[in-house]
């Protein structure tokens, strides 16, 4: 089956700084999904994109669809304390609304004040 | 009030018993999902649901079996919990393949 490669694993980051965390894969996804976890907590939506070279942004937020359809980025500017949590990427082969959803493994984000 | 709910969020529980886990949700999405998250694994697919009469098995589906009682609900049993089923639980929904998450149960099997 497909496989995410999240990166980088883990982050350690001053409060400010800007962040940026990416996932490939040898496989083409039709969708790319990024999500925030806070401990004890469920995985929240943070951005979807749909189309390959789609750029979104989400407050401080940002990500892109790779063209090649195999990649996808998230960026945060100006990390703050609470952007500390998990991330994870997730992709979706197959038309929109099908069930496939491959995650990767997570960048865990540390932000020392 | 969350559109996605789970109950319960804490269980402990001992080797053999069978354990329920509930998922409620209030989107009005048709398709429903269960998943298992271990530290360093990733979330992956227990079984998922296009309809209450359409249930299939995802990634790891042996040892759990699930009920669709109604659009809305979507349960997850397992008929004779083991250590390895010691994990965060996960039920979500989806609408155009963006697929949104309960708070978890953390499940403990002694």
């Known amino acids: 089956g497909q496989q995410l490669n999240q990166s980088p694993q883990s982050m350690f980051i001053q409060e400010g700084e800007d962040v940026s965390m990416n996932c490939t894969s040898s496989?083409?996804?039709?969708?790319w999904l990024w999500y925030k976890q806070d401990p004890g907590e469920g995985p929240v939506l943070l951005i979807a994109?749909?189309?390959?070279?789609e750029l979104t942004s989400n407050g401080r937020l940002t990500a892109q669809f790779g063209i090649t359809r195999k990649d996808s980025f998230l960026n945060i500017s100006a990390s703050i304390p609470s952007d500390v949590g998990i991330y994870f990427c997730?992709?979706?082969?197959?038309?929109?609304?099908?069930?496939?959803?491959?995650f990767g493994k997570g960048t865990k984000l540390s932000v020392i004040p | 009030d969350a559109d996605v709910t789970q109950t319960p969020r804490n269980r402990i529980t001992k080797t053999g018993k069978r354990i329920m886990l509930e998922c409620s949700q209030t989107?009005?999405?048709?398709?429903m999902y269960w998943y298992r998250q271990d530290p360093g694994l990733g979330l992956r697919l227990i079984y998922y649901s296009f309809d209450v009469k359409d249930i299939n098995k995802g990634e790891i589906s042996d040892g759990y079996s699930v009920s669709r009682q109604a659009q809305a609900k979507f349960s997850l049993s397992l008929e004779s919990a083991i250590p390895n089923q010691t994990a965060l639980y996960f039920c979500?929904?989806?609408?155009?393949?963006?697929?949104?998450f309960g708070p978890g149960t953390r499940l403990t099997v002694l």
């Open positions: 997730a992709g979706q082969v197959g038309r929109a609304g099908s069930y496939q959803l491959t």
């Open positions: 989107k009005g999405h048709d398709r």
């Open positions: 496989s083409i996804f039709n969708t």
């Open positions: 994109l749909y189309k390959a070279g």
């Open positions: 979500a929904t989806s609408e155009r393949g963006t697929q949104y």
